[in-house]
């Protein structure tokens, strides 16, 4: 007996509980994305309008992954209903490029993981958070890539020539340290975004010009004076008043150049200080050299740049972010974490999973004016938050970060997901349930146990799926039955609890 013979006999015409990753389930994202919550998606998702963050722990499957794609789906739909109120999300949910230049950077011995790690501060995470927006904000401005696929997403031209010149500057900027697409090089994404936004560089060439112009004028004068007047002291020895003529030349070729050549030792200083201190990204000397020689010094002098060990430069560029994301229309900014397990460098370590994410527990950095930060984090890291000492939870203050200590499913709840996938999947007109696809045999309390045991939906649809094949595989199609015998669920049931508590031993694969 096939499956989809026996799926079909019920009007469902696809196998609902085949994926196990909301990353690659269709099913959910086609249909249950926007009516499959968790009870507490409300305390996670929170008001757009006013952007907060939220902590949630979750053991593997419990939906973690798919909260993040909900969360950015109904943001997106948000800010398609409010235009000019929208939310700016940056998703970062892969560490793997950040890390491993962080690693890089290291160097020698110290890349091992238990060396590394340790070393990643908070700075580095917003460098690479601002790397996320700054980059996916040049993409928009310049129509590239999924800068403009999405309405929500859009920038028009009205917003983007609101942008005072101070914004404009540091726009670029920002873009100069942190823009790190690979669709173009640094430099010519660089001044693509400098004519988009309408952006005057002609005054760092001031000084370029007045070291040309002093130098062609002193010249000639010396020239047309040694001409006319030679040696206009016969007494005086005419090798000592050559090198008094090339004395003054030379003194006055300085003090023209002078100019130039203090910012292009600024220039230099400053390039080799953001290459230095943004640990996470890949950004040349060079490069970042010929983009900084575009702006005057004026654009360059005191403005806060990441050539620092500290986060006070990094908040000052935040900010400069918000205040240019304000004027495009965005009224906040949303930053989603998850997947933190999954880095090569961490390879699921709990232990290792801390060191990356401790730093990031900083309530100045989570509660910032206009910033939240949806944190989706593996169960396993609460257990070293409960045997932190009191300057953890000062600094991180967890009591204000709408905290989910566990992402928990009822058997109720698990019901509910399972029937809302068997709808998703359902024929046209076609209303099946759970309920019918088992024996009367399976009471309705028993089966509600029998989820509740299952903890998490992705156990549930790895359990349902096992089902439907053990029971498929006892008849054959000349002899069908129509529902899965007590039996059959039980020794199913027996079976994959085996299985779930090897893996919670660490002896099989969870």
């Given at each position: 007996?096939?499956?989809?013979?026996?799926?079909?006999?019920?009007?469902?015409?696809?196998?609902?509980?085949?994926?196990?990753?909301?990353?690659?389930?269709?099913?959910?994202?086609?249909?249950?994305?926007?009516?499959?919550?968790?009870?507490?998606?409300?305390?996670?998702?929170?008001?757009?309008?006013?952007?907060?963050?939220?902590?949630?722990?979750?053991?593997?499957?419990?939906?973690?992954?798919?909260?993040?794609?909900?969360?950015?789906?109904?943001?997106a739909e948000?800010?398609?209903?409010?235009?000019?109120?929208?939310?700016?999300?940056?998703?970062?949910?892969?560490?793997?490029?950040f890390l491993?230049?962080?690693?890089?950077?290291?160097?020698?011995?110290?890349?091992?993981?238990?060396?590394?790690?340790?070393?990643?501060?908070l700075?580095?995470?917003?460098?690479?958070?601002?790397?996320?927006?700054?980059?996916?904000?040049?993409?928009?401005?310049?129509?590239?890539?999924?800068?403009?696929?999405?309405?929500?997403?859009?920038?028009?031209?009205?917003?983007?020539?609101?942008?005072?010149?101070?914004?404009?500057?540091?726009?670029?900027?920002?873009?100069?340290?942190?823009?790190?697409?690979?669709?173009?090089?640094?430099?010519?994404?660089?001044?693509?975004?400098?004519?988009?936004?309408?952006?005057?560089?002609?005054?760092?060439w001031?000084?370029?010009?007045?070291?040309?112009?002093?130098?062609?004028?002193?010249?000639?004068?010396?020239?047309?004076?040694?001409?006319?007047?030679?040696?206009?002291?016969?007494?005086?020895?005419?090798?000592?008043?050559?090198?008094?003529?090339?004395?003054?030349?030379l003194?006055?070729l300085?003090?023209?150049?002078?100019?130039w050549?203090?910012?292009?030792?600024?220039?230099?200083?400053?390039?080799?200080?953001?290459?230095?201190?943004?640990?996470?990204?890949?950004?040349?000397?060079?490069?970042?050299?010929?983009?900084?020689?575009?702006?005057?010094?004026?654009?360059?002098?005191?403005?806060?740049?990441?050539?620092?060990?500290?986060?006070?430069d990094?908040?000052?560029?935040?900010?400069?972010?918000q205040?240019?994301?304000?004027?495009?229309?965005?009224?906040?900014?949303?930053?989603?974490?998850?997947?933190?397990?999954?880095?090569?460098?961490?390879?699921?370590?709990?232990?290792?999973?801390?060191?990356?994410?401790?730093?990031?527990?900083?309530?100045?950095?989570?509660?910032?004016?206009?910033l939240?930060?949806?944190?989706?984090?593996?169960?396993?890291?609460?257990?070293?938050?409960?045997?932190?000492?009191?300057d953890?939870?000062?600094?991180?203050?967890?009591?204000?970060?709408?905290?989910?200590?566990?992402?928990?499913?009822?058997?109720?709840?698990?019901?509910?997901?399972?029937?809302?996938?068997?709808?998703?999947?359902?024929?046209?007109?076609?209303?099946?349930?759970?309920?019918?696809?088992?024996d009367?045999?399976?009471?309705?309390?028993?089966?509600?146990?029998?989820?509740?045991?299952?903890?998490?939906?992705?156990?549930?649809?790895?359990f349902?799926?096992?089902?439907?094949?053990?029971?498929?595989?006892?008849?054959?199609?000349?002899?069908?039955?129509?529902?899965?015998?007590?039996?059959?669920?039980?020794?199913?049931?027996?079976?994959?609890?085996?299985?779930?508590?090897?893996?919670?031993?660490?002896?099989?694969?969870?």
């Open positions: 007996m096939r499956v989809q013979q026996f799926l079909s006999h019920h009007g469902i015409e696809r196998n609902p509980f085949a994926e196990e990753d909301a990353q690659t389930d269709l099913v959910f994202k086609e249909h249950c994305i926007g009516t499959t919550y968790h009870p507490t998606w409300d305390k996670i998702y929170g008001d757009p309008s006013e952007p907060a963050t939220a902590v949630v722990f979750g053991e593997k499957g419990a939906g973690k992954t798919a909260l993040r794609l909900q969360i950015a789906r109904h943001l948000y800010n398609r209903e409010h235009p000019d109120r929208r939310v700016y999300v940056i998703q970062y949910d892969d560490f793997n490029p491993d230049r962080f690693a890089y950077r290291m160097g020698g011995r110290r890349r091992r993981p238990e060396r590394v790690l340790p070393q990643f501060q700075w580095d995470h917003m460098d690479a958070i601002l790397t996320l927006g700054v980059t996916d904000l040049s993409d928009r401005i310049l129509q590239v890539g999924s800068g403009e696929s999405d309405a929500s997403k859009a920038i028009n031209a009205d917003r983007l020539a609101k942008l005072d010149r101070h914004q404009r500057r540091d726009l670029l900027l920002l873009a100069a340290c942190y823009d790190q697409s690979t669709s173009d090089s640094h430099v010519n994404r660089w001044r693509r975004l400098k004519r988009a936004i309408r952006f005057g560089t002609w005054r760092a001031a000084g370029l010009l007045l070291g040309m112009v002093g130098t062609g004028l002193t010249l000639a004068a010396a020239a047309m004076w040694t001409r006319a007047w030679g040696n206009p002291n016969p007494e005086v020895n005419p090798g000592l008043w050559q090198q008094v003529v090339a004395w003054v030349v003194g006055v300085i003090a023209a150049w002078l100019p050549l203090y910012r292009l030792a600024m220039v230099t200083w400053k390039s080799w200080g953001v290459a230095r201190g943004i640990r996470v990204g890949n950004l040349p000397f060079g490069s970042l050299f010929s983009v900084f020689s575009q702006l005057s010094g004026n654009d360059l002098m005191g403005q806060p740049l990441p050539n620092k060990e500290r986060t006070d990094r908040y000052s560029l935040m900010n400069k972010l205040s240019i994301l304000e004027t495009l229309g965005f009224s906040g900014v949303i930053v989603l974490v998850d997947r933190i397990d999954e880095p090569h460098l961490v390879n699921g370590s709990a232990r290792l999973m801390q060191m990356v994410l401790w730093p990031l527990l900083d309530n100045k950095f989570l509660k910032q004016p206009g939240g930060v949806k944190m989706m984090l593996p169960v396993e890291l609460s257990q070293f938050i409960e045997r932190e000492d009191r953890f939870y000062q600094r991180a203050r967890l009591d204000k970060q709408n905290l989910i200590p566990s992402l928990q499913w009822s058997g109720e709840a698990l019901y509910d997901v399972a029937s809302d996938r068997l709808r998703a999947c359902a024929a046209d007109g076609a209303q099946p349930r759970l309920r019918e696809l088992l009367v045999g399976v009471s309705d309390q028993r089966m509600i146990d029998a989820l509740r045991s299952l903890r998490v939906p992705r156990h549930l649809f790895r349902l799926y096992r089902l439907l094949v053990a029971h498929c595989n006892a008849h054959t199609e000349q002899d069908p039955v129509w529902r899965i015998s007590a039996e059959t669920f039980e020794s199913i049931l027996a079976v994959y609890q085996g299985e779930q508590d090897a893996a919670a031993r660490g002896v099989a694969v969870g």
